[in-house]
């Protein structure tokens, strides 16, 4: 079985620019999360979709920071315009279904905003 | 803010040794989860345990919750170089519809 794909893997941009991420979630998961992780912090969780529909939406930057879920599979997560704290990998994982407990992670994309 | 919170931040330990690490949380859940990480990873799942589980063992692994004292604490027994990551515990809070928020993680160093 595939797992959670992530591209890019790795992303400099300068500040005030914008970056978008993309993920692959594990084939039929209904539940996709992203979450940003800050180096030597735990993952913070940006934006919950329950298939296309965003559950939890409460701690991502909305004037800056956008996600969507076409059609319940593939997401994409776009700032815009970037700044220097944003600096993190951005972790996408996905669900069978929300609360039935283990997370399956992809690789993660790393940004780096100068 | 974070719902989990480890302890010890850094744990430094011989192979063959055993690793403890805790995890103190703030509100009622419907299950803690660990994972670990690998430098340059994504995360991967340990082990789950429900609110209504008190201990639970998986391989090297055992984890305990004290629902009592919202927390909870990971050993690895018999530990080895591969186990060099660092390790994170996450809550399901009863009312977040399957939100899973991680505590700031424990890195586990295995020396030979």
């Known amino acids: 079985e595939a797992g959670v794909a992530q591209s890019p893997r790795y992303k400099i941009i300068e500040k005030r620019q914008s970056v978008a991420f993309w993920c692959n979630p594990i084939?039929?998961?209904?539940?996709l999360y992203w979450y940003q992780q800050i180096l030597g912090q735990g993952p913070k969780l940006l934006i919950q979709?329950?298939?296309?529909?965003?559950?939890?939406d409460s701690q991502l930057p909305k004037d800056r920071f956008s996600a969507e879920r076409l059609k319940g599979v593939d997401s994409t997560l776009k700032i815009q315009p970037a700044k220097l704290e944003d600096s993190a990998v951005y972790l996408c994982?996905?669900?069978?279904?929300?609360?039935?407990?283990?997370?399956?992670f992809g690789e993660g994309s790393r940004l780096t905003v100068l | 803010s974070q719902q989990g919170e480890e302890d010890p931040q850094a744990l430094s330990i011989q192979e063959g040794e055993n690793a403890t690490m805790n995890c103190s949380y703030k509100t009622s859940i419907n299950n803690l989860q660990w994972y670990r990480q690998n430098s340059g990873r994504g995360l991967v799942h340990l082990i789950l345990?429900?609110?209504?589980?008190r201990e639970k063992h998986s391989g090297r692994l055992r984890v305990t919750l004290d629902t009592s004292k919202k927390s909870s604490s990971l050993l690895i027994t018999a530990s080895r170089a591969a186990d060099t990551a660092s390790y994170f515990c996450?809550?399901?809070?009863?009312?977040?519809?399957?939100?899973?928020?991680f505590g700031a993680g424990t890195q586990v160093v295995v020396t030979p």
């Open positions: 084939s039929g998961h209904a539940t």
């Open positions: 996450a809550t399901a809070k009863t009312d977040s519809w399957g939100k899973l928020q």
């Open positions: 994982a996905s669900a069978v279904d929300r609360g039935t407990g283990e997370l399956f």
């Open positions: 979709f329950q298939n296309n529909g965003v559950v939890d």
């Open positions: 345990i429900r609110s209504n589980e």
